[in-house]
Each structure stands twice: as C-alpha cells, then as structure tokens.
C-alpha cells in the first residue's frame, strides 16, 4: 500500500487522516506536529501512525500530506526539502491550502517531486463532525501532472468529488468559500448582538437563530440568492439603508461599514438582470 506521512494533526489531518486510514488508501507512517502530545492525540484520532515532534524523525514515506496552517506551508517545505535533499527516491507533496497554490512546495518541485495543493470545501470545525460531513465534499486539485491523477484517485476513494483548478484562481475561487462559509457566523454574531443590545429575551435570540438561518437556506436552495434576497436595500428603500446604516455605524463602526457594503451589493443584485 502507499505510504503517507502526515505534517499538522489538527482539523484538517486528524479528519483526512482517519479517512485515508480508515479506507485503506494510504498506509499512514508518521504524523507530525510541534509538540508531542499534540502527535499523539492526531494519531490516536486517525488511529494510525506514529507520532513525532521533529521533522529528522519522520520515517520515510511515498506521499507527504501538509495539513498545516497556510502560513506554515513554505517553510515546512523548506525545512523538508533541506532534510530529503540526499534522499535517492523523490516521493510526491500536497498541501491543503484553498487559497494558495502547489507554488508553495517549489523547494520540493525542484528535487525532482511531484508537488499538489488539495482543498477539501468543508467547514472542519471539528474532526469528529467532519468525518460525518465529509461524504460529497468537492475537493479542489491543483499542481503537477503526474501528482493530480494520485490524489484524484485517492480523495475519490474517500468520497471526496475532485475538480481541477487552475493556479491562479486559486485565491478568488478560496473567497468564494470565505464568503459562502466563513462570512455567515460573522453576520450571525452581529444580528444576535443587536438583537440582544435591543433587549430581546435570550431565548428568542436563539430560537431565531435556527429559524432565520433555515429559513434564510431553504429559500437560498430552492429559490437561488437573487429571488430569496429581501429586504430595505432590496426593495430599494434607500431612505431607511441610509438611517439604519448611520445607527449600526454608532453603535460599532465595523459592522457600520459592512452594512453599507451589503446594502450596496444588495441593491445591485436585486436590479441584476436574473441569470437564467
Ligand atoms: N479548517 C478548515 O475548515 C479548512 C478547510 C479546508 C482546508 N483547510 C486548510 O487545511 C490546512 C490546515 O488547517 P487546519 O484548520 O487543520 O489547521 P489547525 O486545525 O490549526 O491545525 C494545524 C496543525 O498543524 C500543526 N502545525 C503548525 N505548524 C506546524 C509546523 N511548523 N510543523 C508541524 N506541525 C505544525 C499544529 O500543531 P502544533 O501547533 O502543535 O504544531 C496543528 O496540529 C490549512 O492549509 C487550511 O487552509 C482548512
């Protein structure tokens, strides 16, 4: 079986990990982090490989899988390529980026491996849970020719529907997920803090919150954005945009700006011709 080493047990390689694992894709070798417990706590939820806490201790392994955080990818790259630079046998790295590219691997990429980016779009706020999301998730590939085709198979075995991406859509194809996942908690966050600054009962603050948000998908998913959208900017009442805007604005300017914004985006888009 290939073998697999993992750098970074936290959401996102303890939930991949366990899967490959679990379906016998990879055999996985090692798991990586900075501390050992860290190490030891990923390996025990993957329910595979071994933990290490230094990268010289890393067994040798067919495919490396970098499930660090973004800012970590490079220099993780640089300090593996330093320590696998006399290894005869070049293996293949991924990482697990939407927003950056395989460009991040070039160290590796100029050793002769095969370098991949392979972005999940999943929300992994918790491995427990993502292992019972993950089923259908589209999973983003981009990179070398040879490392795309190895990854595409071993995502689909897990349940993963691959597309390839080009390099250089990768930052706005990554907001596109920022915008459609990670923005909603922040909106959510803000209405509740204004229902309860205007002194709504606790409870209803969070009875509303499963009703509205429901509603609010079922109307997206059966509707589409532009006919679900309503509302003062929507109907184009910009009298009330203008003092609703002026009242959020004193009370917290961030969230001022960022309903003028939207109020902005939403009267265009509710005058967009409808994409048919
Ligand atoms: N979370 C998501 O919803 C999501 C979705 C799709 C893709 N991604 C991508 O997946 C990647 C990982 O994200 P994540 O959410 O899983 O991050 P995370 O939960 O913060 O986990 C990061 C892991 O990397 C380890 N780590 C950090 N720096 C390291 C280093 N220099 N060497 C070895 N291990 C290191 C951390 O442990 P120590 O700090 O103990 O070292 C931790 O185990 C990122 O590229 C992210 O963009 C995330």
């Not at 915008?179 to 009875?207: C, I, K, R, Y």
């Amino acid at each position: 079986m290939t073998t697999l080493n993992i750098i970074g047990g936290g959401r996102v390689g303890k939930t991949l990990g366990h899967l490959f694992h679990a379906a016998h894709v990879f055999q996985v070798q090692g798991v990586l982090t900075r501390s050992q417990p860290g190490a030891l706590q990923a390996s025990g939820f993957i329910g595979a490989g071994m933990a290490h806490s230094r990268l010289a201790d890393m067994p040798q392994a067919d495919v490396w899988m970098l499930a660090v955080p973004d800012a970590q990818i490079a220099t993780v790259a640089v300090a593996l390529a330093d320590l696998v630079g006399s290894q005869p046998r070049p293996a293949m790295a991924f990482h697990c980026s939407g927003a950056l590219s395989s460009g991040e691997l070039a160290p590796l990429h100029r050793l002769g491996w095969h370098v991949a980016s392979a972005h999940c779009l999943l929300s992994f706020a918790r491995p427990e849970l993502a292992l019972t999301q993950f089923a259908n998730t589209p999973c983003a590939l981009e990179g070398d020719v040879l490392a795309v085709p190895v990854l595409e198979a071993a995502f689909a075995q897990i349940g993963a529907r691959c597309f390839t991406l080009s390099a250089e859509h990768k930052l706005l194809y990554h907001a596109g997920a920022v915008f459609a996942t990670n923005f909603l908690p922040v909106l959510q966050d803000l209405a509740e803090q204004l229902w309860q600054h205007s002194g709504m009962p606790p409870e209803l603050v969070l009875q509303l919150r499963e009703r509205l948000l429901n509603n609010a998908v079922n109307n997206i998913v059966a509707l589409g954005p532009q006919a679900a959208l309503t509302g003062p900017a929507a109907r184009g009442d910009q009298a009330l945009v203008a003092t609703q805007g002026l009242a959020v604005s004193r009370w917290n300017c961030d969230a001022g700006a960022a309903y003028q914004a939207l109020s902005l985006l939403a009267g265009k888009m509710a005058t967009r011709l409808p994409v048919s």
